[in-house]
């Protein structure tokens, strides 16, 4: 029988006294099953004590009474924990642990400078944290403290049973004091992309970001950092927007190329109904955002390629384009996407915004703000790519709500586009392209179009040269254009087509120029595009040029 379908056979059923009932499911963080974890069931009334081990599937068999149990769970390379669990009532149980691995975040992950936060960690062992700023250089603000209590690996955090992928895993809730007093601090004075870095005593290495805005506005320029983006790509808790996005299955992954709906073909992750989407809570660790434990990165500078999947695409990907700001002189205010969607980041008050990198998950809020901002003069430069097209809501908790897919199979929807234009409006009308699959995980040169543009000014190119052959982007290398592409299409508005994606197939990004309003537009439609600012002279001064211009305008009409 086909193991995608092993929900409907593993179950047995819950009469008072059953042979070899299974009464839960073991896993860990990610949702897979735990093989070996030793279980102890003691019922409350009749103190009868029994023990089992966990099955390959993660399954606890064992012949048991109805009742309320002291269950204690325990396996070599994660936490051990014990609860009160009611038996025999519906589905079997969920039990989840929580491995060694030391991993962490700050909570909220973003705030305004001055703000206070919460670090949440996890270790096995003692550690030490360190704050560091992310620019041109990595700026050290020293050591926080060593982090350990008295008490034996009382730095392990424990992960709630359910489903805390859509209601976080609530760390520093368990004992006293929590949050212990050190595990507090107030965010620094300076904007930008931080980071927190550990070490545990055995030399585990691991870190995570944190977003601090300014206290208020100081720059003229405002960078957003992708974090729905981030969350929604993470699954941390065995759920993504790409994994089990309507929820978590009755039994853990044991194979998850034989078990998740990604993988087994007829069941698309996609097409579900918007209601089916469950939410996705910010409240968990990023590891897309992590570095790698063998990578020296108090030593790399941001010249150096991205190491990583989901890092290229996230914020070590990102911190190339602060990098790059402040290595042209450029200063920036920073900011979360949220705090575009509830008005922290007020736009009136800056010149440009500029968004790197991959965009994609956007709520309708942010889309109206920056599309009247525009309007009224703003000046928006996308250089990221598969932007602005899928569609979130803010639960009332701060969670993500992620909307279904289900237009890719409306033929009303020209080209693909887009996501979010089932309920709103397409990503072209404010950028001007919009993501196509054609040229998807290929990466190229662009060729220009018409080199008599201001915007190319200073680099030497003729029509029908090609730039952008440099990139850091290891995922998909070789060249500006890449990972995922944005195109023009028949309902965009006017744009000079300045250059093109030379990427196989015709998937080669439109870097595009229009006015929307008072405002101009500036948009690249590539992920790869921020990857190539340090080594490719000519993407450079390319996107220097296009924010002097921006700059100078928002000067002389303040003149």
Known sequence: MHLSHKNTWLRSPTPDRVDRMIFGYVSDQNYVALSGVAAECVHAETREATEVRSSPSGALRAELARGVYLI?????????KWGVYQIGQGEPLQFRLLSDTPMGFMWPKWVRAGEPAEIKVHAAEQYRL???????????????SWFDEHGPQAMRQILPDEDFSQSGVRWN??????????QSMSAPVRSGLYYIWGQTLMGKRFSFPWVVAPAAPREKIAVLANTNTWNVYNAFGGRSNYINPTGLPATPTINARQDLGRYIKNESVWLAKDTEFKPLSFERPELGNDIFDNTPWDDLDAS????????CGQAPGEWRLLAWLEQEGFAYDYYADAQLHDGTLNLSTYAVLLVGVHPE???CEM??????????????????????????????????????????????????????HRTHKAESALLGVAFTNTGAMTSAPYQVKQASHWI?????LKDGDQFGRKSLHERVPGGASGHETDKLMPSSPTCDLLAKGMNSEDGGADLVLLSLGKGRVFSTGSITWVSSLFPDQQVSRITRNVLEAFLKVEDRLAN
């Open 173 to 182: 809730t368990t004992g006293y004091p929590s949050p212990h007093p050190q």
């Open 367 to 420: 889309y109206d703000r920056v599309e009247r901002w525009v309007k009224d003069g703003g000046h928006l430069m996308y250089l990221g790519g598969n932007g602005v097209n899928c569609e979130v809501r803010f639960s009332r908790d701060g969670a993500l709500h992620c909307l279904s897919h289900e237009d890719l199979n409306d033929n009303t929807i020209t080209g693909n586009e887009s996501r979010m």
């Open 304 to 311: 150096a390629p991205i190491q990583g999947r989901m890092q």
């Open 130 to 144: 360190s704050l560091w700023r992310y620019g041109l250089r990595k700026e050290p603000y020293g050591v926080l």
């Open 456 to 460: 190319f000014s200073g680099t030497g």
């Open 72 to 80: 204690v769970l325990s396996k070599e390379g994660f936490g051990a």
């Open 361 to 363: 998950y956007w709520s």
